[in-house]
């Protein structure tokens, strides 16, 4: 038995040299501290000048689509000035950034070593700039030539016992294109073990809507939430993660809309919005966004939409077809009575406390419900990484068909995707458990048996990892030891398997856990050039909206010596199956080609070539959208969702994991959470003042956290506490140092979406 190399799997438990410095948590998103920001990260990673230059092309008709987040562009005319926001920017300096990880890199350090580095540092080493090979017993990676990577690939694959050894993870950035090939590569190969970032972050969407309204993607476009009367954000913190949504905002409010934001902490872009690109807005001192601030306390969702819902039935009660829209209720949906029923049985002072949130505030809410028809609710993370995540988006679903606000204008439901594709992955069945007419059609159009029993989703990937039955593991893209969770079980799980391959553009934790061997293939990223056979591709990626469009790469390659994610794939498929049966030379050849078998394959995409060259694309269809629902009765349905009353031991705490302001997932741009006036320190842990006096903790103080859960106990060390306006009771700190406080069996029902919004926790002082 080989004895594993001794990386380290959790980062650094230490404090950054700089210090923790507190500022005012601020009350603004955006403006000109958000330009200054970008600023500095485009010069300071690509010069200025080309920064610049790359910057006017993003999400611009003719150029390239920003690798940061699904958040659709404008259908019309895009801002001149340039449709891009501070986050954006930091995500193009990442990428396009002209250091570089090269030979002498590897030379000079050994994974050990570089496991010792927090993931900031490894992330800010540069760009990958060609294939690397790390051997069994080695610890140093060192260069190897892609025919010989694409052998090794293509002989161990041949080597396996069963194909459902091998797995195939996707994390949302690649293209349509990719996807397609890829998914095409693995059920080739004969598996579907095909998890995906999805997996740990809209999943729950996916499956509370597609049981409620029949398809697992949000009802709404760009436009309805210009229109919308009423905008409710739930568990998301769109100033940081979306910022271009808060110019969807500001258009409601323009229009007399109003905005009701729900979550266990008051977020800057919930508050006031300044448009960096608008010199009015900036002299004005911004748009302030938010009517109503709901704080609920962590998970306390369920319970306030039910108490709202009670308020509604209660108004409804009183003056009949008043509230509720009995006519689409009768026409559309299915299990009316049955909610109702429930909802009658429910105590409103017991939900008010359940949810945490002011009773005040609930009747202030319930109002706007009761008045307003055009309602769109947009959500995140805060409702889907939780164990009832599927029920969170079920009971929004409820009091959408209730208003019959869903398929009408300025109306419906809008899950804000993460990742830029993410959708677009799915959509190309990029999933573990695919629909049988999809494999029919794969089956027809290339001839042979494709696989038809479901694979391994991302946390059952793990488990069978740890089990041994996982040799090979293949990841396009992501850094699945840090964005998973339990990442010390996680990271021992990986190491079980006898190759893993990495497809990156920089380094990351991922390449330092690794199987035996490992591989690292370097790629072509969103804003460069792709080159097939002289002439220049563009690929396509799928909005949060349903919107298809192209993207042009627009930069040089970061080295010579890196290949398209497409390509990448077609060379695997070339020297694991040959030709014969899907023709991989030729479909990479032109990227219409592999567009042409999508169109022949997948619905909605007729014409796929011809329209998605017209500048903004085409939408996908979108049943729900024209309450068109295809669910097994063809109605919407109703549900009924047990309000969720896990409590957590005496004295201890539930934590969410969250964003900072200057990250990408696990890719850490820098060390500040500037909205939330947190600088120059990621590992912080926000509390109540009155938790903190409970417990004798001040500010700065340093304690170590650990987490409980039925299979045992986790711990993290080092985190500096900090009063912050949190719901009482809760506590937060930064994903991925935490991830080694999740613990891997607790996940959401149905969706298996790892719980990283509510870990019970408990503190000890340092
Ligand atoms: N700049 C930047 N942009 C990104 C990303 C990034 O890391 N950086 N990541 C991308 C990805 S993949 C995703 S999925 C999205 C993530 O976007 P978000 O979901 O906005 O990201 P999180 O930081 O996880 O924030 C979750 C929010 O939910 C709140 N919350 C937590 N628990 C609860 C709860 O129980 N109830 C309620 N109501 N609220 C709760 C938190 O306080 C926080 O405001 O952003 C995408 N865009
Ligand atoms: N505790 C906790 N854990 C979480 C979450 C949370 O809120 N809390 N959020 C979850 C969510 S929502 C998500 S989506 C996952 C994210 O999980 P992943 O998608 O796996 O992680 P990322 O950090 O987005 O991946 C970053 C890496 O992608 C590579 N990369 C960047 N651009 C490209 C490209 O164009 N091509 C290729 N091939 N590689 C590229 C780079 O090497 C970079 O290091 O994390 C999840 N984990
Ligand atoms: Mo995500």
Redesign the pocket.
């Known amino acids: 038995m080989t004895v594993k190399r001794a990386v380290q799997i959790v980062p650094p438990e230490e404090f950054s040299q700089k210090g923790l410095t507190l500022t005012q948590r601020k009350k603004k998103a955006v403006g000109i501290p958000a330009i200054i920001s970008s600023m500095r990260h485009i010069s300071s990673e690509l010069g200025l000048w080309r920064g610049i230059k790359l910057l006017n092309k993003m999400n611009q008709k003719d150029g390239f689509d920003c690798p ?2 699904a958040w659709p562009d404008p259908d019309g005319k895009r801002s001149s000035l340039g449709e891009y926001c501070e ?1 954006g920017a930091k995500a193009i300096a990442e990428e396009a950034t002209i250091k570089k990880v090269g030979r002498d890199f590897f030379k000079k350090y050994s994974v050990e070593e570089l496991s010792k580095q927090t993931d900031y540092w490894l992330g800010k080493s540069g760009r990958i700039t060609e294939p690397f090979y790390l051997p069994e017993g080695s610890s140093y990676y060192q260069p190897i030539s892609w025919e010989e990577a694409f052998n090794k690939i293509a002989s161990k694959l041949k080597s396996l016992n069963s194909p459902d050894e091998a797995v195939f993870y996707t994390s949302g950035r690649t293209s349509n294109e990719a996807a397609f090939l890829y998914q095409l590569f693995a059920r080739q190969l004969g598996t579907n073990n095909l998890p995906d ?1 999805s997996n740990m ?1 809209h999943e729950s969407s996916g499956v509370g809507l597609s049981e409620t309204v029949g398809i697992g993607k949000g009802s709404v476009t760009l436009e309805d939430l210009h229109k919308a009367e009423l905008i409710v954000v ?5 100033g ?3 910022p271009r949504m808060l110019a969807a905002l500001e258009k409601c409010k323009e229009n007399n809309g109003q905005i009701i934001s ?4 008051p ?1 800057a872009g919930n508050n006031v919005f300044v448009d960096p690109q608008n010199p009015l807005s900036i002299v004005k001192g911004g748009t302030q966004l938010d009517d109503l601030y709901l704080q ?1 306390k ?4 369920v319970a306030l939409l039910k108490a709202i819902m009670l308020l509604m039935l209660q108004a409804e009660d009183k003056r009949p077809n008043s509230v509720f829209d009995h006519d689409f209720i009768q026409n559309y949906t299915a299990g009316y009575d049955e909610l109702i029923d429930s909802i009658r049985k429910e105590n409103f002072d017991d939900l008010v406390r359940e949810s945490g949130v002011e009773e005040e505030d609930i009747r202030k809410a319930a109002d706007l419900f009761i008045a307003k028809k055009k309602i769109v609710i947009c959500w ?4 889907t990484q ?1 164990e009832n995540g599927v029920n969170n988006i079920r009971e929004v679903v409820n009091i959408l068909l209730l208003k019959g606000s869903i398929g009408i204008e300025g109306g419906g439901t809008c899950p804000v995707r ?2 830029s594709n993410v959708q677009g992955d799915r959509t190309m069945n990029i999933w573990e458990k695919p629909k049988s007419e999809f494999i029919d059609r794969l089956d027809e159009r290339f001839k042979m048996k494709f696989p038809r029993d479901h694979g391994y989703d991302a946390v059952e990937s793990i488990k069978a990892c740890k089990e041994g039955k996982v040799k090979f593991y293949f990841f396009m893209g992501g850094n699945f030891i840090s964005a998973t969770p339990d990442s010390q079980f996680t990271g021992e799980a990986i190491q079980n398997c006898d190759l893993t391959v990495q497809v990156s553009t920089k380094l990351n934790r991922s390449h330092l856990v690794t199987g035996k061997e490992a591989l690292i293939l370097p790629c072509v990223s969103r804003s460069e050039k792709d080159i097939q056979n002289g002439v220049a591709q563009f690929v396509t990626i799928e909005n949060s909206m349903g919107v298809v469009q192209k993207s042009y790469g627009q930069l040089d390659n970061a080295s010579e010596n890196l290949m398209s994610e497409p390509a990448i794939v077609a060379a695997m498929g070339e020297y694991t199956f040959g030709n014969d049966v899907v023709n991989w030379k030729k479909l990479v050849s032109n990227y219409d080609y592999i567009r042409d078998i999508v169109e022949e394959t997948i619905d909605g995409f007729d014409n796929y070539n011809a329209r998605v060259r017209k500048p903004g694309g085409f939408y996908l269809p979108n049943g729900a959208r024209e309450r068109k629902f295809n669910t097994e009765n063809g109605k919407a349905n109703f549900t009924i969702n047990e309000v969720p009353r896990k409590k957590v031991a005496n004295g201890n705490l539930i934590l ?1 994991t ?2 900072t302001h200057d ?3 696990t890719t850490i741009y820098g060390m500040d959470d500037r909205y939330r006036g947190i600088l120059n320190e990621r590992r912080v842990l926000l509390m109540n003042k009155f938790d903190m006096a409970e417990k004798g903790l001040q500010t700065e103080d340093v304690v170590h956290i650990t987490s409980h859960f039925q299979d045992g106990e986790r711990i993290a060390r080092n985190f500096k506490v900090i009063e912050y306006d949190i719901a009482r009771g809760c506590v ?1 700190t930064y994903f991925p140092e935490a991830n080694v406080l999740v613990p891997v069996n607790s996940t959401a029902k149905r969706s298996n979406t790892p719980v990283s ?1 509510f870990v019970e926790v408990s503190l000890s002082k340092a």
């Open positions: 940061g987040c986050n970032c972050c739930m568990g998301q913190n769109p940081t993660n979306h729900v979550n266990p902490i977020e609920v962590i998970n306390g969702d995140a993370m805060g409702l939780h993460g990742h969410m969250i964003r990250q990408y997932n937060a919004k």
